[in-house]
């Protein structure tokens, strides 16, 4: 008698799941390869998203991989399809919707998602935008042509992007940072105002140790208020706070996880 084909269920659809799909249908041509992810879109170029946030790129372009590529690879993808439990000792997964599926094998890719603004009126701001996912940058692709304000906070390279692609697209760009220089953790004071030098140059507003404090709606924009005397009305604010692991699901599970999942040298 033969043994039922394996069945390896990959929680993320990032790079990291995908290509491991990839490599495990080439290795194992009869195996059964489930992928699941929260969201609607078929794997994306995350490093793309800048260029098409400037509008250099076209949204086809920053797609990596198409609905047929998995249909032709057997690759089972599951959008909008939430892990809501593991259970290890079962070999299970429980989906929203789906129910619970079994496997022999789990990889999780599950990555991180962005950091939110904790502000007085952030919950409830209109045009506040993160910079991690297809469907904030479509956003705000969409309100630019209607912005003539930006406010971009974070001191890291998502903040850069984010200032670099709003000030290429001709708005006015504030950028706040808590810091005195850009990447203050890893640059020098001289690597900092290098930056700094090539941004003032674009026509960016800069402003260094200083935060957001509060946001306010005011005719349709947002009322930008800093904790060291800033004050905007934006169009739209865009955020760069880093990331948390998606490690929540795990919780209660005999996975070991700090940051992230600890791993050995094998993964």
Do not use: C
């Not at 033969?2 to 990032?14: E, K, L, Q, W």
């Amino acid at each position: 008698m033969s043994s039922s084909p394996a069945r390896f269920v990959i929680i993320g659809n990032g790079a990291a799941g995908t290509y491991a799909a990839e490599q495990l249908r080439k290795d194992d041509v009869a195996a059964e390869i489930v992928m699941i992810d929260d969201e609607k879109y078929t794997l994306y170029n995350r490093v793309s998203l800048p260029r098409y946030l400037r509008g250099v790129l076209l949204e086809q372009r920053v797609y990596v991989r198409d609905m047929p590529w998995h249909e032709k690879n057997r690759i089972d993808l599951r959008l909008e399809t939430k892990v809501t439990q593991v259970n290890f000792e079962e070999k299970t997964v429980a989906l929203d919707p789906g129910g619970e599926l079994p496997y022999d094998r789990l990889l999780i890719a599950t990555g991180g998602r962005p950091n939110p603004l904790k502000v007085p009126g952030a919950e409830s701001a209109k045009y506040l935008f993160n910079f991690q996912y297809f469907d904030e940058t479509k956003a705000m692709v969409a309100r630019i042509p209607d912005s003539k304000v930006a406010v971009v906070m974070g001191g890291s390279f998502i903040g850069y992007e984010l200032t670099e692609a709003f000030a290429f697209r001709k708005l006015e760009t504030h950028w706040i940072q808590r810091g005195p220089w850009f990447l203050r953790r890893s640059l020098d004071e001289p690597g900092g105002k290098v930056v700094s030098l090539l941004a003032e140059d674009a026509g960016v507003h800069l402003h260094y140790e200083e935060s957001i404090e509060r946001l306010a709606p005011q005719n349709g924009q947002t009322k930008v208020t800093g904790s060291k005397g800033f004050s905007a009305t934006a169009d739209l604010v865009a955020v760069g706070l880093g990331l948390t692991m998606n490690i929540d699901i795990f919780k209660g599970t005999a996975l070991e996880a700090n940051v992230g999942v600890l791993t050995n040298e094998f993964l």
